[in-house]
């Protein structure tokens, strides 16, 4: 219940800086977890005592496709797609950016499992990049939106910039596909 810790595989110095963003449990398998990190995605299947980095590149959200875990979603300034429960990941370039980007998240609901959402911020001022979706689990994405600045200061969205690099979420509702939120 939390009053005792033990070490996991995956330890390094504080001065390392190295952050783990996001952990994810394999919903049907509780001894396989993947980890969201500044250097990668990291994959364990023996409930972290071993630990193997399976992609290259600074993570900052990961998520299974509800109802499936044999795909997963990973996103840090490009979105990546696994089909094999998160042993590889695969760059995924149609219909959503690959450079311009300093920060992704993600969103899936189980409204519509092959519904995955991503919100991105713009490299060059961390600002409303834009806010994408796909509806074949992550295959192909389209722009749903670029405008108005979402990730800003005014509360109109009618200022450049923001914090995108710093924060940046969404969520989708797991009742109605269509209703999604950004913070």
């Known amino acids: 219940g939390g ?15 190295f952050l783990i963003r996001r952990l ?6 509780t001894q396989i977890l993947i980890a969201a990190t500044n250097n990668g995605i990291y994959r364990t299947t023996n409930a972290g005592t071993s630990w193997t980095q399976v ?8 998520e299974f496709k509800p109802g499936n875990s044999s ?3 990973a996103a840090g300034t490009t979105f990546k797609l696994s089909t094999d429960g998160g042993l590889t990941f ?7 950016p690959t450079t311009g980007v300093n920060r992704m998240a993600i969103a899936v609901t ?3 499992v092959n519904y995955v959402y991503v919100l991105a911020s713009n490299s060059s001022n961390s600002g409303f990049q834009g806010f994408y979706r796909s509806i074949n689990s992550g295959a192909t994405f389209t722009l749903m939106s670029s405008t108005p ?4 200061w005014s509360n109109v969205g009618s200022d450049t910039g923001g914090q995108g690099w710093y924060d940046l979420c969404t969520a989708a509702s797991p009742l109605n596909k269509d209703e999604v939120v950004v913070g």
């Open 3 to 17: 009053l005792t810790w033990n070490s996991t595989g995956m330890n390094y110095n504080v001065t390392s800086n």
């Open 24 to 29: 994810i449990i394999n919903p049907t398998n």
């Open 55 to 62: 992609s290259s590149g600074s993570t900052y959200d990961v």
């Open 71 to 73: 795909v997963v979603y």
């Open 90 to 96: 695969t760059v995924i370039s149609t219909g959503i």
């Open 110 to 112: 189980p409204n519509d």
């Open 149 to 152: 600045n979402l990730l800003g």
